[in-house]
């Protein structure tokens, strides 16, 4: 029996046993072994069950994909590696993160390479669950997951995921680095793009730009460009002090609030033609600056702060007049006449944008007041459901509180920068102390 034959053994052996750390040190000392033996991998693999050899499987199969592979291979690559995340042992792989993690980075490279990105969606969705020790913590597969979903654009499928509410990051268990979490928030907010759900967007966007960092990235750049012009389609502005001097969180890295407006200025100037609300400037802008915006992928985005100007110009005429002819709106707002008008509103009414009445007959259109009165079934349901929300998140802040408080490097840090004593620390001593000194 040679050395690959007899580890293979020893991974039969010790697998679904209370051997696994004695085989976790074996697997990792054979790494030079199986880099030599790589060739027969592939007999080796088919001598173990990923369901049950699952830490052996993966080591071989992280070795037998590296390098470049041929199309062939590839293909086998992704069957075996697809078979694997399904089946393997949580138990098992958890004792090796980063290795299972190169295992399902491969498998988006892979995917990639054969042009096939749906290939990759529910692998990795599986390799998520498997990883996880509950859905509150972050992978460094969610990156890799969105942006198979985008490239395949099955937005719908990463929904999922990225629902989850994302309270923890432990490097430790899931092999997370930095640039994991941005790419998360990134595609994230991308994703929400693609299902029209700005808001979204941009609460994913913010997370981008204020996370934690030493140096200005590129990706805090992208993520910076979109929330300009998320914020536009959404909020119909983008602050005035973000305009003069950037406006951010107080925990947003200094390096990001010194740096980041002199990035990205085309955006921050197309902003301030924003608020002019002035449709031939924004139009005039963006055509000017089209190449600047097509190279960043943003060209669509910006043509649609374009159409949100005409939503918000109409809904400002919703504030002044009762009724108004569609001729008038079309000249209030710089249309090209009644008809283009017309099926503006009539698309803001189906959005529940604004209320409104067209009457055909004579060309008018009379605003409305809100009909919600807040007394049907599907709004208490609705109600309901955010107020369970809002009791669990002051739980999950609750206990995050407790566990800050009594955490001992917090401690012996407030203990360092606090002086000895305050004179709160006096307030609290009981009157009954003074009275007998």
């Known amino acids: 029996m040679d050395s690959l034959d007899a580890l293979v053994a020893q991974v039969q052996g010790f697998s679904g046993t209370d051997d696994l750390l004695h085989l976790f040190s074996l697997l990792k000392q054979s790494d030079e072994l199986l880099h030599t033996h790589a060739p027969r991998l592939q007999y080796a693999l088919s001598s173990l069950d990923p369901a049950k050899h699952s830490l052996g499987y993966l ?25 694997f995340l399904n089946v393997c042992i949580a138990e098992q792989i958890c004792l090796a993160p980063e290795k299972f993690n190169m295992v399902c980075r491969r498998v988006k490279e892979q995917a990639l390479q054969l042009q096939e990105p749906l290939r990759a969606i529910l692998p990795l969705q599986a390799a998520i669950r498997k990883l996880q020790p509950s859905s509150e913590f ?22 999922s995921v990225l629902e989850d509410d994302i309270f923890e990051i432990d490097q430790k268990r899931t092999g997370l680095v930095p640039r994991d979490f941005l790419l998360y928030c990134y595609y994230g ?68 609030q010194r740096n980041l407006k002199s990035c990205v200025q085309d955006y921050v100037d197309l902003a301030t033609s924003y608020v002019t609300r002035n449709i031939a400037d924004v139009k005039g802008y963006i055509t000017t600056h089209e190449d600047a915006f097509k190279s960043d992928n943003n060209l669509g985005l910006a043509r649609q702060v374009i159409a949100s100007l005409y939503k918000r110009n109409i809904q400002r005429l919703t504030q002044t007049y009762l009724t108004l002819s569609l001729q008038d709106i079309a000249d209030n707002v710089q249309l090209d006449g009644p008809k ?10 189906q959005d529940g944008e604004i209320f409104a009445r067209i009457n055909q007959k004579d060309g008018m259109v ?15 349901m609705r109600l309901n459901l955010e107020i369970h929300n809002i009791v669990r998140l002051a739980k999950k802040l609750t206990s995050v509180d407790e566990q800050v408080s009594c955490d001992q490097v917090y401690l012996s840090k407030i203990g360092r920068d606090r002086p000895r004593y305050e004179t709160e620390d006096f307030d609290i001593v009981p009157q009954k102390m003074y009275t007998n000194l």
Not at 64 to 75: I, V
Not at 148 to 155: D, F, G, N
Not at 340 to 348: N, S
């Open 366 to 380: 009379s605003f409305q007041e809100d009909p919600e009165q807040y007394n049907t079934s599907a709004m208490t």
């Open 59 to 83: 080591y071989l199969l992280e070795v037998q994909s590296s390098g470049t592979l041929s199309q062939e291979q590839s293909e086998n690559f992704l069957a075996l590696a697809s078979t």
């Open 340 to 349: 283009e008008a017309e099926l503006h509103i009539l698309q803001m009414i």
């Open 189 to 256: 907010g991308m994703i929400h793009i693609g299902l029209k759900q700005f808001g979204k967007a941009l609460e994913f966007f913010q997370h981008a730009i204020t996370a934690p960092a030493t140096v200005l990235n590129a990706i805090t750049i992208a993520a910076y460009k979109k929330f300009v012009l998320v914020s536009l389609i959404q909020l119909g502005q983008f602050h005035d002090c973000f305009v003069q001097v950037p406006l951010f969180p107080k925990y947003t890295p200094p390096v990001v």
């Open 138 to 159: 972050l992978t460094a597969m969610h990156a890799d997951f969105l942006q198979m979903c985008l490239l395949a654009k099955c937005y719908k499928a990463s929904l």
